[in-house]
T-cell receptor, first 113, second 112 residues
């Protein structure tokens, strides 16, 4: 058990809809990272937050946004969903802004019908 | 573009044998490398890491070797067990960086 909690485990929705994925980092970790894992792109970094502030951004679509709350949990919002957004979305956490290793949750599997 | 990639997509070994999983990286500025194990339905699980000022690091049954000259990383698993069956990813990050860049992954299958 990594200590990183993600909910929900599975999400099924339709094109055009909006969903919110939630992540609670390990106790004591201030950094949260979001990654997308798809069959054709592998594991890709989306965005990082540290202590409530955006720290780094990867190839995250404009339709996607994230935030980190004062209690350090984070949410990834995906809107105007397309079939190609079907993937596993992982959250990871680490102690500091650039500290390693990152510890991963078990992900949310998003299926767009 | 810059990437971290794996040489082989699949590896099949007999229980008790040693396994070697390879990884090539392209960015000579990378200074931190990490191996993750991902079992079906689970997230990547940290196995072992190594910084660029080291050539070798050992853990319990696992060893990571780093060859900066040829930009190559390997994970050795001793006495491979059925529970080691999973996909293994290498990942790298750069100085002052935080994001991990992952390789493609190698599916390790351990036959009893």
């Amino acid at each position: 058990d990594s200590g990183v909690t993600q909910t929900p485990k599975h999400l099924i929705t339709a094109t055009g809809q909006r969903v919110t994925l939630r992540c609670s980092p390990r106790s004591g970790d201030l950094s949260v990272y979001w990654y997308q894992q798809s069959l054709d792109q592998g594991l890709q970094f989306l965005i990082q937050y540290y202590n409530g502030e955006e720290r780094a951004k990867g190839n995250i679509l404009e339709r996607f946004s994230a935030q980190q709350f004062p209690d350090l949990h984070s949410e990834l919002n995906l809107s105007s969903l397309e079939l190609g957004d079907s993937a596993l979305y992982f959250c990871a956490s680490s102690v500091g802004p650039g500290s390693q290793p990152q510890h991963f949750g078990d992900g949310t599997r998003l299926s767009i019908l | 573009g810059e990437s971290v990639g794996l040489h082989l997509p699949t590896l099949s070994v007999q229980e008790g044998d040693n396994s070697i999983i390879n990884c090539a990286y392209s960015n000579s500025a990378s200074d931190y490398f990490i191996w993750y194990k991902q079992e079906s339905g689970k997230g990547p699980q940290f196995i072992i890491d190594i910084r660029s000022n080291m050539d070798k690091r050992q853990g319990q049954r696992v060893t990571v070797l780093l060859n900066k000259t040829v930009k190559h990383l390997s994970l050795q698993i001793a006495a491979t067990q059925p529970g080691d069956s999973a996909v293994y990813f290498c990942a790298e990050t750069r100085p002052s960086g935080s994001r991990l860049t992952f390789g493609e992954g190698t599916q390790l299958t351990v036959n009893p």
